[in-house]
């Protein structure tokens, strides 16, 4: 991508060859003023700061000068990945058009608060947004099916913290439903959360501390009280509410629906 940009503003052999973007903005010291400054407008944006948390900002500011070295044309010793490789980690996380805009904001702000000549800031704007496509690009299907394979369900949503928070949300949302609360009836509900937390920890791939009874034994009583296909349909659909309140991205959703359908017939005493 960038040898086009490179071939673009070094002209043709027939023609005086263009300065570099890099040596008309003022070079080295220009590049990292910028980079200094946009990254301090940048931990003060509260749009988009979440993604720096436990970044070492030295390091960062270092590879992105190196890195706008190198795309304004300048000599740059750049060995970082490339775009789509480098924040693919935080398109996971939920970095979206909104994100890179307010990231385009902050260079057009700080390109200006430099001094920088409108017809630059629009050159160097140009180059950054030519990138969007790659930042925005997240993991590939085989990433994804790799990343899958090495790390469990339980890991992928959050670990305790998130097993935790949606078991808490998930039975706040089931006492409040008409069609299934009474099943709870007289349950002590701290004792049947920690239960609860402990089993989708197991079901989820994570560490195993589940001493319950079996789905087909621990269910049979409220079988016999009425609990059928229609019930265990609105629980289904309080998982996925839960986890969908709690930012869970939609294939790890699908990934613990698929786990919790499975106990259906178990739970069901089918």
């Known amino acids: 991508m960038f040898s086009a940009i490179a071939r673009f503003f070094s002209g043709g052999s027939a023609e005086p060859k263009q300065a570099s973007l890099y040596d008309r903005i003022g070079g080295k010291t220009a590049v990292n003023a910028a980079v200094d ?19 070492d900002m030295d390091k960062q500011s270092a590879k992105q000068k190196a890195f706008l070295t190198m795309a304004f044309g300048g000599s740059s010793n750049y060995t970082g990945e490339d775009m789509r490789k480098g924040h693919a980690h935080l398109v996971a ?33 140009a180059i950054a947004e030519s990138t ?17 394979s090495q790390t469990s369900l339980f890991e992928r949503i959050g670990g305790d913290g998130a097993v ?11 006492l409040a439903d008409d069609r299934i609360s009474k099943f709870f009836e007289g349950v002590d509900m701290d004792s ?9 920890t197991m079901a989820f791939a994570g560490p195993n501390n589940y001493s319950g009874t079996d789905m087909r034994k621990g ?9 059928n296909d229609s019930h265990f349909d609105a629980v289904i659909e309080h998982l996925g509410a839960t986890l969908t309140e709690l930012d869970v991205p939609a294939d790890l959703i699908s990934e613990a629906a698929a786990i919790a359908e499975s106990t259906r017939n178990d739970v069901l005493g089918k």
């Open 132 to 148: 969007r496509t790659d930042v925005l690009a997240g993991f590939t299907a085989e990433e994804k099916a790799a990343q899958n």
């Open 219 to 227: 269910h049979a009583h409220l079988v016999k009280n009425g609990l």
């Open 164 to 174: 935790n928070a949606a078991v808490d949300i998930f039975y706040r949302k089931v």
């Open 93 to 125: 996380k939920g970095l979206d058009n909104s994100h890179f805009d307010a990231v385009m904001e902050n260079l057009g702000a700080t390109l200006t608060e430099l001094g920088m000549p409108n017809e630059l800031i629009g050159e160097a704007a």
């Open 37 to 55: 400054i946009f990254y301090r407008k940048v931990l003060a944006d509260n749009r988009i700061n979440q993604f720096f948390e436990g970044i």
């Open 192 to 200: 049947q959360a920690a239960k609860q937390k402990a089993f989708l």
